[in-house]
C-alpha cells in the first residue's frame, strides 16, 4: 500500500500547487466560496481526497484521449470563426500546469471577464469548462457582439456537462456520487436561461428580415417546415426526412435547420435550404431556363396611339420595365462564358432559384416502402411528414429591404400594384412574372387585357341604357298601359286559380317603364355588337398572347415538365409496370379496367349533381307559385300596402325573393360540390397534374355553368311559353299553375334574376377572398406568442401565411370564366352587365394583388405559354353566345311582336305603334272558367283580358291560335336565323383578317433567332480558334523540346 499512498502524496502536492495558481489568479471568486468542499482542504490519506484524486486521474485519461492535435477545416471559408472562438488543442496534462478560463481569448481581444453565474462553481467544474469548452467570460463577450452560434455552444456544453457526470456516475459508487455532488445549488440552468433569451433577442432583431444563412451570404431558395409527432408513425416520419435531407445534400443543396426552441410556437422546425451556383447551373440547363446572352438591339414597342394622353396611367419606367431586354438562350454550363454573368448570386432570378429547388425537391427519393421507391416532397406533405413547403418573399411588403438584402420587389409590388388607389393604372406585369412566375403573370395578362376590353362593351351598354331611359317617356306601349282610360279599363285574368282576384293593366304601369330600358329598338343593336365584341376580344387575344410569348421567352416552349410528373397518388395505386414508348423506361400503369369503375362513379356524381341543381331550380319555381297567390291576396287585403302597390306588384315581389333564394342556394351547391368533385376527380387517379386539372376543370364548369344560368336559361326561353290559356292552364306536377310573365314580357324578370346573381357572385367573392386569408392569418398571429410580425424571423413570417395551392388560379380562371358567361350568354337582357364586370374586374385586380402579395405565402413559380383549356371553353361560349342572345331577342323580348304589328297589323298611318297593347291580349269569357279555377268574388264584368294570340269566344275556333300567332313565330324564327348567320359571317371574317401572331413580333422573333445563331455561332467559332491556338503553342513547345534532347544527347556523346 505504499506506492498507492506516495503517488496519492504527489497528487496532493500537484493539487495544492494548482489550487494556490487558481486562487492567486482570482482571489476574489475564492472567497466567495463558503460552505461547499473543497479537495485541497481535506486531510491528507483521508478517503474523500484518495476517490477524488483517482477519479480525476481517470477523468483525465479518458477526456484526453479522444482528442487530436490539428486545426479543423471549415466546409465554408466564410463560416470560419477568429482564432479566439476556436476551441484549443488539447493534450496531456502535465504537471503543475495551470488551467485558466482567460487563455481562450487572446491578449489583444481580451475583455474584462463578466460572469452571468450569481454562485460559484467548483474547481472541478472550472477545470472542465477551462479544458472542454470555451468560457463564460467568452460567451459573454460573444453574445454582446450578437454572434448566432453562441446559442450552438452554450447547447453543446450542456451535452458535455451532462455526458461528464453521467461519466462520473458509471465510475464511482453510490456513494462516492452523492459526495461529489456539490451542496450548492448549480446555476447553469439560470445562465443558460438568461444567455438564450438574450440570443434569441438579438438573433430577431439581426434575422427579422433576413433571408439568408446564419452567415449571411448564402440566400434561403426555400423553406420547409415540420412539427414533432408524437404519434405511432413519428419513428417513420422522422426515418422519412432524415433520408430526405441526406439526399437532398447529396443532389448539391445546402441545409439548415432552425431549432424548434428558436421558433416563435416553440414547436416548429425549419429547415432552409439554399442552391449553390454549381446546382442552380446544372438544373437550369435540364429545366431549358433561357438567359440573356446579350442586350437586344430591337426597340420596344410603347408606342400607341394617343399616348400622351394616357399619361396618368402609366406605372414609372423601372417599375414597368425593370430590366433591359436582351437575345437570350437556353442555359449551358459548358457555355458559362457566353452568358452576361456579373453576378452569380444575383444572376437567376429568385423565381427561377425557387422554381430550380422544387424540381430537385419533388424528385427528391426518401426511402422504399412496400418494395417500391418513394419520393417527391408533395407525397411528404400528403403524409404530414413535412406541413409546409413554400419560398420566401423577398421581405416584408410594408417597408424596402435593407443591406445586404436584395431589392426587395414584394415592397415594389405592394407600393405599385397591390393598393386600391392605383385602380386607375396599369399593371406591371414584367415585375409579376419575375417575381411570380409565368403562370400567375399570365392569369393577370389576361385579366387586365379581358378588363381593357370590357370598357368598349360598357360603354356601348351604358349608351344603350341611357337611349332607353331618354326614351322612357315617348314609349306608346308603356303609355298606353300607364293611361287609365286604356290600360286602366282593361281587366286581366286572375293569376292564380280561385284567391287571385281579377286586376286592372295599368297597375303594371311601372314595370312597363322599367322594361323599356332593356327592351328598346337599342336590344338588337346591342346583341349583334356583343356576338362581334367577343369575336375581337378572342382574336385579340391571341395577339396578346403571342407577344407575351415573344417578351417572355414562351416561343419555343415546352409544357412544363412537372404537370406531366406523374402524381404520387397514381404511382401507390399502381400494381403494373409497362415501358414507356418515349422514355423506353418502366413506368407505373394502372389498366383501364380498373379506372372504369371510378369513371362511372365520377359521371354519375355529376350527373346527380346537376340533376340536384335542376331539382333546386324546381323547388324555386315551386315557392314562387305557392306564395304568389298569398302576395297577392296580401296586398290587395292590406289598406296600408296601398301606395307600395304601385312599384311592387305581387309578380315583382315574388321574382325578388326567388332569385335571392335562388342565389343562397346556388352559393350553398357550390360549397360542396366543390369539395365533392375534388374528392371524385382523386378517385379517378389521373397520371398527371396535367389529367388531375382538367378533369376537375371539366367537372367544376359543367356544375357551375348548370348551377348559375339554369335559372336564367328557364326564365328567358321556359317561363310563359307553356302556360295554356284561362280554363285551361297547363300544371306543375297536377298542383301548381304554370308561371305567367309579365304582360310586358318576361325580360324584366330576366335582367333582375341576371343582376341579382351576377351581383351578389361578385360581391361575396371579393369579400371572401379579401377576409377569408386576412382572419386566417390575424388568428393564427394571435395564436403565437406574439402578434406583430416585427419579432420573428422571416420564415415565421411566411409560414404564418395562408397558402395559396396548386389549384389557387383555377378558382380565380372559374370565376373569371362564369362571370364572361353572364356578360355575353344573357347580355341582350341587361347591357349594363359589361359594365358590373368591368366595375368588379378593377377591385378584382387590386384585390388578389393585395391578398398574393400580402396575405399568401410565395407560390412556386411556373411556366405556361397561354391560359390553357380555358381559351377553349371561352370560345364555346362565344358560339353559344350568339345563339343565346337571338333566342333572347326573339323570344323573351316584345321586339319582335312589335315589328310584326308595326308592319303587317298597324292601321294608324299616323302612330303606327297605337293599338299595339290591345291587339297583343286575347279575350276570355268568364262563363268558360271550370267551377274550381273561378275567383270566389263575383263580378260584374263577362270577359277578361290574357297575353296571348288566340281566337276570341265568338270565334268558331275559339280559344286556338290566331294567325298573327304564326306571323309572329315566323318572324321569330326568320329573326333568329338571319342574325346567326350575320354575326357568325362576321366572326369568320374578323377572325380570318385579325392575324394569330401580329406582323412586328413575327419580324422580333425572326430577328432574334437569326441573332442568337450569329452569337452562338461567333461563340463557338472563337472558342475553336482558340483551342488550336493552344494546341498550336503546346505543340511547337513539343517540337522545341524533342529538338533540344536531341542536341543533348548529341553533345553528352
Not at 412556386?860 to 383549356?869: E, M, N, T
Request: hydrophobic share 40%; proline share 5%; charged share 25%.
Amino acid at each position: 500500500m505504499e506506492a498507492p499512498v506516495e503517488d496519492l502524496g504527489r497528487s496532493r502536492e500537484r493539487r495544492g500547487e494548482s489550487a494556490q495558481a487558481d486562487s492567486k489568479e482570482a482571489p476574489p471568486e475564492s472567497q466567495r466560496r463558503q460552505g461547499s468542499w473543497k479537495p485541497g482542504d481535506q486531510q491528507p490519506g483521508t478517503l474523500r481526497e484518495t476517490y477524488w484524486e483517482r477519479s480525476q486521474e481517470r477523468y483525465r485519461e479518458r477526456a484526453v484521449k479522444p482528442r487530436v492535435k490539428g486545426q479543423v477545416e471549415w466546409k465554408y471559408p466564410l463560416e470560419k470563426k477568429p482564432s479566439c472562438l476556436k476551441p484549443p488543442t488539447l493534450v496531456e496534462p502535465e504537471e503543475n500546469e495551470v488551467y485558466k478560463e482567460d487563455l481562450l481569448i487572446p491578449a489583444q481581444v481580451r475583455r474584462p471577464t463578466i460572469r452571468f453565474s450569481l454562485q460559484a462553481r467548483s474547481r472541478l467544474q472550472s477545470r472542465r469548462s477551462a479544458v472542454c469548452c470555451p468560457s463564460s467570460s467568452v460567451i459573454n463577450e460573444l453574445a454582446k457582439m450578437g454572434d448566432p452560434d453562441v446559442l450552438e455552444m452554450v447547447q453543446e456544453e450542456e451535452r458535455r456537462a451532462g455526458s461528464e457526470e453521467r461519466f462520473f456516475e458509471q465510475d464511482l459508487s453510490s456513494r462516492e456520487s452523492s459526495f461529489l455532488i456539490s451542496e450548492e445549488p448549480r446555476s447553469a440552468k439560470r445562465y443558460n436561461l438568461f444567455l438564450r433569451r438574450r440570443l434569441m433577442f438579438k438573433k430577431d432583431e439581426q434575422s427579422k428580415d433576413s433571408i439568408f444563412f446564419r452567415d449571411g451570404i448564402r440566400q434561403i431558395d426555400f423553406v420547409l417546415s415540420y412539427v414533432d409527432d408524437i404519434k405511432k408513425e413519428a419513428e417513420l416520419k422522422a426515418e422519412r426526412r432524415k433520408e430526405f435531407e441526406q439526399n437532398l445534400r447529396k443532389t448539391g443543396l445546402e441545409l439548415e435547420i432552425e431549432d424548434k426552441m428558436n421558433s416563435e410556437d416553440g414547436k416548429t422546425y425549419f429547415v432552409k435550404i439554399h442552391a449553390p451556383w454549381e446546382v442552380l447551373v446544372t438544373y437550369a440547363e435540364v429545366l431549358g431556363i433561357k438567359m440573356p446572352i446579350k442586350e437586344s438591339d430591337i426597340p420596344r414597342a410603347d408606342k400607341i396611339p394617343f399616348s400622351c394622353m394616357l399619361g396618368p396611367l402609366k406605372l414609372p419606367r423601372n417599375v414597368k420595365h425593370p430590366h433591359a431586354e436582351y437575345f437570350t438562350a437556353q442555359f449551358t454550363r459548358h457555355r458559362q462564358e457566353l452568358f452576361l454573368i456579373e453576378d452569380e448570386s444575383s444572376f437567376f432570378p429568385s423565381s427561377s432559384r425557387n422554381r430550380i429547388v422544387y424540381y430537385i425537391l419533388s424528385r427528391c427519393p426518401f426511402g422504399i416502402e412496400d418494395g417500391k421507391k418513394r419520393f417527391g416532397i408533395e407525397r411528404l406533405l400528403n403524409s404530414h411528414t413535412y406541413s409546409s413547403a413554400f419560398p420566401l418573399h423577398d421581405g416584408q411588403y410594408w417597408k424596402p429591404s435593407e443591406p445586404p438584402n436584395p431589392v426587395n420587389e414584394r415592397y415594389t409590388l405592394c407600393q405599385n400594384w397591390a393598393r386600391f388607389s392605383y385602380f386607375y393604372k396599369e399593371q406591371p406585369f414584367n415585375l409579376i412574372r419575375d417575381y411570380y412566375g409565368e403562370k400567375i403573370g399570365i392569369y393577370f395578362v389576361f385579366l387586365g387585357f379581358y378588363t381593357e376590353m370590357l370598357f368598349f362593351a360598357a360603354i356601348v351598354g351604358l349608351a344603350c341604357f341611357i337611349y332607353g331611359l331618354l326614351s322612357m317617356h315617348d314609349n306608346s306601349s308603356s303609355t298606353e298601359i300607364c293611361d287609365p282610360e286604356i290600360g286602366g279599363q282593361i281587366i286581366m285574368c286572375p293569376l292564380c286559380d280561385v284567391m287571385c282576384d281579377y286586376w286592372r293593366l295599368n297597375s303594371t304601369c311601372l314595370a312597363s317603364k322599367f322594361s323599356h330600358l332593356f327592351d328598346n329598338e337599342s336590344t338588337v343593336f346591342f346583341a349583334i355588337f356583343m356576338g362581334i365584341w367577343v369575336t375581337l376580344f378572342l382574336e385579340f387575344w391571341k395577339q396578346r398572347q403571342a407577344r407575351l410569348e415573344y417578351e417572355w421567352d414562351l416561343v419555343d416552349f415546352e409544357e412544363e415538365q412537372q404537370q406531366l410528373q406523374l402524381r404520387p397518388e397514381f404511382e401507390a395505386m399502381c400494381t403494373h409496370r409497362k415501358i414507356n414508348a418515349v422514355t423506353k423506361e418502366m413506368e407505373p400503369y394502372l389498366p383501364l379496367c380498373s379506372r372504369i369503375p371510378w369513371y362511372f362513379l365520377s359521371g354519375a356524381t355529376v350527373t346527380l349533381w346537376m340533376s340536384l341543381v335542376i331539382a333546386c331550380m324546381v323547388a324555386v319555381i315551386v315557392y314562387r307559385l305557392s306564395v304568389f297567390a298569398t302576395f297577392a291576396s296580401f296586398m290587395e287585403s292590406e289598406a296600408s300596402l296601398k301606395h307600395v302597390r304601385s312599384f311592387l306588384t305581387p309578380q315583382i315581389t315574388t321574382s325578388l325573393t326567388g332569385s335571392c333564394l335562388n342565389f343562397i342556394v346556388i352559393l350553398i351547391l357550390n360549397f360542396f360540390y366543390e369539395r365533392i368533385s375534388a374528392w371524385i376527380t382523386k378517385m379517378e387517379i389521373p397520371r398527371t397534374h396535367q389529367e388531375y386539372e382538367s378533369s376537375l376543370t371539366l367537372k367544376m364548369f359543367l356544375f357551375q355553368f348548370v348551377n348559375f344560368y339554369s335559372s336564367c336559361f328557364y326564365v328567358a326561353f321556359f317561363k310563359g311559353k307553356f302556360v295554356g290559356y284561362p280554363g285551361k292552364y297547363t300544371y306543375l306536377f297536377n298542383v301548381w299553375r304554370s308561371e305567367e310573365c309579365d304582360p310586358g314580357g318576361c325580360l324584366v324578370e330576366l335582367t333582375t334574376q341576371l343582376t341579382i346573381i351576377m351581383t351578389g357572385k361578385q360581391v361575396f367573392g371579393n369579400i371572401k377572398e379579401a377576409i377569408y386569408p386576412f382572419v386566417l392569418n390575424w388568428w393564427r398571429r394571435r395564436k403565437a406568442r406574439t402578434n406583430s410580425e416585427k419579432l420573428y424571423s422571416r420564415w415565421e413570417q411566411d409560414h404564418d401565411l395562408e397558402t395559396f395551392g396548386s389549384l389557387g388560379l383555377f378558382y380565380e380562371y372559374l370565376e373569371t370564366v362564369i362571370q364572361f358567361g353572364f356578360v355575353t350568354l344573357f347580355v341582350a337582357s341587361f347591357p349594363l352587365a359589361p359594365l358590373l364586370a368591368l366595375l368588379n374586374n378593377i377591385i378584382e385586380i387590386r384585390v388578389d394583388a393585395w391578398k398574393l402579395t400580402t396575405q399568401y405565402r410565395r407560390p412556386v413559380a411556373a411556366k405556361a405559354h397561354s391560359i390553357g383549356v380555358w381559351q377553349d371553353i371561352l370560345y364555346g361560349m362565344a358560339v353559344l353566345s350568339v345563339a343565346t342572345n337571338a333566342f333572347i331577342v326573339a323570344f323573351t323580348s316584345d321586339m319582335i311582336p312589335r315589328l310584326v304589328y308595326y308592319y303587317a297589323y298597324s292601321k294608324n298611318a299616323i302612330q303606327p305603334m297605337r293599338g299595339y297593347v290591345n291587339n297583343s291580349l286575347s279575350i276570355f269569357l268568364i262563363a268558360d272558367f271550370p267551377n274550381h279555377t273561378v275567383p270566389s268574388e263575383k263580378r260584374d264584368f263577362t270577359t277578361c283580358r290574357y297575353r296571348d294570340y288566340r281566337n276570341p269566344p265568338d270565334h268558331e275556333d275559339k280559344y286556338f291560335h290566331s294567325m298573327q300567332y304564326w306571323h309572329v313565330l315566323a318572324a321569330k324564327m326568320t329573326f333568329i336565323i338571319i342574325m346567326e348567320h350575320v354575326v357568325f359571317l362576321m366572326k369568320f371574317l374578323l377572325a380570318w383578317m385579325i392575324p394569330d401572331v401580329p406582323k412586328d413580333v413575327m419580324e422580333r422573333i425572326k430577328r432574334e433567332k437569326l441573332m442568337t445563331v450569329k452569337i452562338l455561332h461567333d461563340f463557338e467559332l472563337n472558342k475553336l480558334k482558340e483551342n488550336l491556338r493552344m494546341n498550336s503553342s503546346d505543340f511547337a513547345k513539343h517540337l522545341i523540346i524533342q529538338e533540344n534532347k536531341v542536341h543533348l544527347a548529341k553533345s553528352a556523346t
